[in-house]
């Protein structure tokens, strides 16, 4: 007998198919039919693994079975109660006499304005427009529900220490009806609490706005806004902290809102009229603010102006407070709110400075020479940090680029010590910062007729950081210097072609809203000029159409100054 033909010895057992335990036979156990069972030609069923000994069966006699309740009922008519009203009626027992209780829809609310001094800065909350009268159709929004008010505490994120002031400031700014919290079932001092319970406003019926709307702008920030202001920031700081001052502020709410607005209309093709805030005052009457409030009310008003109308921003861009910009730059190097500010601005002027072929306008901070040392460390600032490497020397390069006035020597020094800082990142970048998948299709082995190659990142400073550095090398490369050389480069990153092609290839693989910036779409355009072939600038048109697709962001006077430049005409 051949060796490798004989089967297995199987085990007695006592945990087999039923069959064969009746018939006593050895069972393989296998499910869920036998071998015993499929050559028998029998049903093989197993038996429950659970069994009782019977010392343990216990039976209950009716003497120990509780009675039920006596009585019966005719019917049974199920209702939706209201926990609000019962929240309300608990509320009236426990809260202060100095507070309201709620009142009977059709009675008045009183005037809060007897009692309580409003800050200056909601002054610019009391010009809201009046929505329609309530209607069957359009029922009133009496109180702030538990899930409204829950929704808001999600969407500010966990943690929030101003969560007082956040209902606060909500409930008067839609002219809702709803209680303060009682500071003796808060986290919050008294003094906090009180200082918050006093920020009341009184909104006249006239200017109130629904409190479903406000939820939803917020939302749309929240996910939608803050994701791409967040491009390269792991700490969220424009989606978490800089909500939690936004709604500290009547003023720094409203542009908050209006923003939100603006974006939500354009993203889905709709009026960019302001409905909601189109009264509101855009200055802050708050003398009050620290420079980080006003730095953060200036940031959301700037990209408020620039998404609205993105040819008229980058032609006639807005004055901005350069005293302001050198103290926020300061904290350029620092992972806070500060710091994302200011990288924002300057996100913003780059776009501008890229769009028009012209040098930055806000300064650059001091900030410290990459080094390759401690890139692997495991650092929540890291990310932040090696994103704004390439985004600070793209606005040095273009600095160079714009400045004939140095001498010759000098400028061949600055362009080699540019182009070394770039490659020094670009060879010593971190994991993020790695294409997830390149493919170049113009191996023949890919069998493609693909105009680009494919460059996939994982995540949005991969993309952002990636795609200012070959911005970067195309600018100096374009104003290299003649006596410039630089023998440690390869041959294709000496070549400004194959630079702008990555460039539209990033940007043409980019397809979520949250990974895209306006010196992004600057710097594809600037890179879109240098291809000259017609599938290429028909990709590239294409690829506009898909960014205002995900984003919103229409640029139709650059794309139809880019169509005469190439001799192409709208069909």
Known sequence: ??????????????????????????????KPRCRNCIEKNFTCQYGPKLTF??????????????????????AIQFV????????????????????????????????????????????DISNLPAWPPDTPNNPPHARFSDGDESAVQGLLALGNTAETSVLSNISDFAGLDTPR???????????????????????????????????????????EVASWLDICDVWQSFGIPALQMAVLSKATLSTVLRLSEMSFNLLHRMNPYDSVSSHISPEDKDMTMNITSKALL???????????????AWTDPPRINLDLL?????????????????????RLDLSVALATDTSITIPLPMFPAFSPSGIDHADSGRVFHLAHIPLFLCAKALQFCNDETQPSHRRTDNWMSLVDQLEQWYHHRSQEFHPMLELDLHDPSMNTDGSFPVILFTNGAGIFGNQLYH?????????????????????????????????CSI??????????????????????????????????????????????????EYLGSLREEWGIHDS
């Open 326 to 346: 050198s103290n926020l730059g300061l904290h350029a190097s620092e992972m806070n709110i500060n710091s994302a500010i200011y990288w924002l601005f300057l």
């Open 471 to 503: 911005t970067a090398m195309l600018l100096l490369l374009l104003n290299r210097p003649r006596t410039a050389r630089h023998v440690q480069l390869q041959p294709s990153a000496m070549s400004p072609l194959w630079h702008a092609r990555r460039i």
């Open 181 to 223: 919290l009682n500071p003796s079932r808060s986290v919050y001092s008294d003094q906090f609490s009180h200082r918050v319970s006093n920020a009341g406003v009184s909104i006249t019926d006239d200017s109130i706005i629904s409190q479903t709307r406000i939820l939803q702008l917020l939302r749309h920030y929240r996910y």
């Open 53 to 74: 000994l019977q010392k343990n069966a216990f039976t209950v006699t009716p003497a120990e079975i509780p009675k039920p309740a006596s009585g019966a009922y005719d």
């Open 507 to 556: 940007a043409l693989n980019n397809d979520r809203r949250e990974c895209w910036d306006l010196s992004l779409l600057a710097s594809f355009l600037v890179a879109a000029r240098r291809m000259t072939h017609e599938s290429q600038q028909q990709e590239i048109l294409h690829g506009f159409e898909q960014i205002r697709t995900v984003t919103g962001w229409d640029i139709s």
């Open 1 to 30: 007998m051949v060796e490798g033909t004989r089967q297995t010895r199987r085990t007695r057992c006592r945990t087999g198919c039923m069959r064969c335990r009746v018939r006593r036979r050895k069972c393989d156990e296998t």
């Open 80 to 123: 939706n109660e209201d926990i609000q009203s019962y929240r309300d009626a608990t509320w009236d027992e426990a809260s202060d006499t100095s507070i309201h209780p709620p009142s009977d829809p059709a009675t008045p609310r009183p005037n809060n304005q007897d009692t309580l001094d409003a800050p200056a800065e909601l002054d």
């Open 298 to 312: 200036s940031a959301f008003q700037t990209v408020h102006f620039f998404i609205s109308n993105i040819p008229r």
